[in-house]
C-alpha cells in the first residue's frame, strides 16, 4: 500500500475547527488510525502519525495567516515540520508567491499533497531535512514544533541565524522559547484529550525577535 492508499483508506476529508476554510485528511474517532498504537503501526511500517491531526499550534498559525494575508502575500515561504500542511496552505490560500512544506515523514509529504490538492493549492513539498540550510526563503512558518528538546534547540538556533521573518504557532509546548518572541495573537483551539491534556488549548501566535 503506497502512504496515498494507506491516508485515502485511514482518514477523512474533514475541516479543522478552528480553519473551516481549508479541509485535511485527518484522524477522526471513526477511523482505526485514531486508536492504532505506534507499535501497532510500526509492524505495517507506518511512523507515527502527526500529520492526521491539526495540532493547536499549526491551526492557530493557519488562522493568523488567513486573517492577515499581507503576511505573506506574494512571498516565498516554507512551512517548517508541516505535517499535514495545513500551515503551507492557508500561507497559499493567502496568496504566497511560492510555498515549500518540508517534513522528514513521506507519509506526511503524500498527506500534503493529498491535502493541497482538495484544497485547489500548488505546494511544493520536501522530505529533507531542511535545518541548517540557507534560506531561500522570505518568510518561514514553524506550527507546533516545539514539544522534543533536541529539535526544538536545532530549530530556535537555526531560525536566529538566519535573521528572516519567522512566525510560530505554539500551545504552550514545553521548549518553546520564553524569551525572544512577541505575541500577536491568541486563540482558544478546539481540541481532544485523546491527542491532549484538555479540550480546549489556549494557543499563540508568535513573531522570533
Known amino acids: 500500500m503506497t502512504p496515498e492508499q494507506f491516508i485515502t483508506a485511514n482518514a477523512a476529508l474533514i475541516a479543522p475547527p478552528l480553519v473551516p476554510e481549508i479541509k485535511l485528511y485527518l484522524a477522526t474517532e471513526v477511523v482505526p488510525l485514531w486508536h492504532a498504537t505506534e ?14 491531526f491539526a495540532w493547536a499550534g499549526g491551526q492557530a498559525l493557519a488562522r493568523y495567516i488567513l486573517d492577515n494575508p499581507q503576511l505573506v502575500r506574494g512571498s516565498s515561504v516554507l512551512d517548517i515540520g508541516s505535517g499535514s ?26 498527506a500534503i499533497r493529498l491535502n493541497a490538492a482538495a484544497n485547489g493549492c500548488d505546494i511544493a513539498v520536501t522530505q529533507d531535512d531542511v535545518i541548517g540550510l540557507p534560506a ?16 526544538a534547540e536545532r530549530l530556535l538556533a537555526w531560525l536566529k541565524s538566519l535573521e ?46
Open 39 to 52: 507499535e501497532e503501526l510500526e509492524k505495517i511500517g507506518v511512523p507515527p502519525p502527526y500529520w492526521a
Open 85 to 110: 500542511g495545513l500551515v503551507g496552505i492557508a500561507a497559499a490560500k493567502a496568496g504566497a508567491a511560492h510555498v515549500l512544506a518540508a517534513d522528514i515523514d513521506a507519509h506526511a509529504i503524500a
Open 136 to 151: 531561500t526563503w522570505d518568510i518561514i512558518l514553524v506550527g507546533d514544533l516545539f514539544y522534543e528538546r533536541p529539535l
Open 164 to 209: 528572516l521573518p519567522a512566525l510560530l504557532g505554539d500551545p504552550g509546548r514545553n521548549y518553546f522559547p520564553r524569551d525572544g518572541v512577541e505575541k500577536l495573537a491568541g486563540y482558544s483551539v478546539q481540541t481532544t484529550r485523546d491527542l491532549e491534556d484538555r479540550e480546549i488549548r489556549e494557543t499563540g501566535v508568535y513573531r522570533l525577535v
